[in-house]
Structure formats: C-alpha cells, structure tokens
C-alpha cells in the first residue's frame, strides 16, 4: 500500500486486485488498474490519498483481502474508493453491497472506471446495484464452464487434478494408464488388510520392504487413500 501527500480538498482512495487465472485471461494487470484509477483522479481533480493493492487473491470473499480492508479504513467523509470495475471489488452481490452501505456510512462514494458510474446519484446508484448482481452472475457462469469442462474432460477419460495412485499418465501426456508397480502394492495392501492388520502396521511393514511410496515413506493415512479408491 502505498501513502500519498495530498493538497486537494477532493481525496481518492484506490483498490486494484487481481487473481492468476483474471490476469490472464482479461489482460487487466494490477500496474494497468493502478494507471488507470490514477488518470480517473487526475481527470476528475483528485488526489490520491493512498493505493492498495491485492494481488492474487479470489473476489469471492472480502474477509481474506487485507488491502481491500485498509482502503475501506482509509475511505473517510467526501472521499472517493476508486477501483478499475465492479468485479475488482468483489464477485459477491451481497459483499459488494456491504461496501456500497459501508461507505456510506463513512460519507465516502464509490467509483468504477469501466463501468463509469459513481454512487453520488440516485441513478448510479441503482446502476451499481445492478452491476453488482451482474459480476457474481458472471463470475458463477465461469465456475460453471470450468465443472463442466472438467467433467467432460474426465468422463474422456482426461487427467484432472492429481494423478490417482496406481495409474500414470499415457504417452499423449493426457490420459491415464495403469502403473503396474503401484498396482501392485494395491494387491499387497488390500490382502494385508483382508488378513487383519491395520492401516498403521501396513505402512510400517511396506517401510521394511522394497516397495516404495511416491514421497519419502509410507503414512497410514495414505494406506487409508489407497484402500477407499481401490
């Protein structure tokens, strides 16, 4: 976060955020945000009281974003939160409208640059509403698209998420095939098992063996992984 000297009576306060998968995929980095709020202030004649920035970080939930904290604390009467869009400030309807009513509260407006509204008319207002619902309808439509993408992909018999223990990734480098070593001690875990010993005492006996586990050594925790998918 960074502190700026101020001489306007009119001071903006800006939040940019960005995860991984949105900086990839919008091309709006936290740099570009932060030019762009700041040519907002420059246009409008305000200063900028200070800069926060979250980066990396999901715009599901407010209370895991320290920088969206402070700006909100920094947010006083007749100051403005400036941010790049609404989906920057959060992809929660009922989150964004908290900070809608929490600045308020404090006599502070909202500004969103893409979508060019601000919460200092009774129209914008009801268009930030809007705008609101609109980022976390858009941000429910990707989760969407990715579980099925997922689904379909697995259903093809496609590699998602880890590799299963017993299995190994095929030449084409996307498949899965059977790893016969793995599937090997499979059998033996699933005999020791059948003949009464614990998960415990499995993975002690597999440690004096020649049989060795994908880390450093075996744990009955990944005995119990072993048997529950087998």
Not at 112 to 118: N, T
Not at 151 to 168: C, D, F, N
Not at 183 to 210: A, P, W
Request: glycine fraction near 6%.
């Amino acid at each position: 976060m960074k502190k700026l000297k101020t001489e306007s009576k009119q001071e903006a306060v800006i939040y940019i955020r960005v995860s991984t998968t949105q900086q990839a995929v919008e091309g709006v980095s936290l740099d570009a945000q932060e030019a762009k709020a700041e040519a907002w202030c420059l246009l409008n004649d305000y200063s900028v009281k200070s800069i926060h920035r979250d980066e990396g970080i999901s715009g599901r939930k407010t209370n895991n974003r320290p920088a969206l904290a402070k700006a909100l604390e920094d947010c006083t009467n007749g100051n403005a939160l400036v941010v790049y869009s609404i989906s920057r400030l959060s992809r929660s309807t009922a989150d964004t409208l908290a900070i809608g009513d929490k600045l308020k509260q404090a006599g502070a407006d909202l500004v969103s640059i893409s979508e060019k509204i601000d919460t200092t008319s009774a129209a914008d207002k009801m268009v930030f509403r809007l705008m609101a619902v609109m980022s976390e309808f858009e941000s429910d439509q990707i989760s969407e698209r990715v579980s099925v993408g997922m689904q379909y992909k697995k259903s093809k018999g496609g590699l998602v998420g880890a590799v299963p223990y017993g299995s190994q990734l095929a030449a084409d480098g996307d498949t899965l095939e059977p790893n016969e070593k793995e599937q090997e001690i499979i059998k033996i875990v699933k005999d020791l098992k059948r003949d009464g010993m614990t998960m415990n005492k499995i993975s002690i006996h597999l440690n004096t063996t020649t049989h060795h586990p994908r880390g450093k050594k075996w744990y009955p925790e990944q005995i119990k992984r072993i048997l529950l998918a087998a």
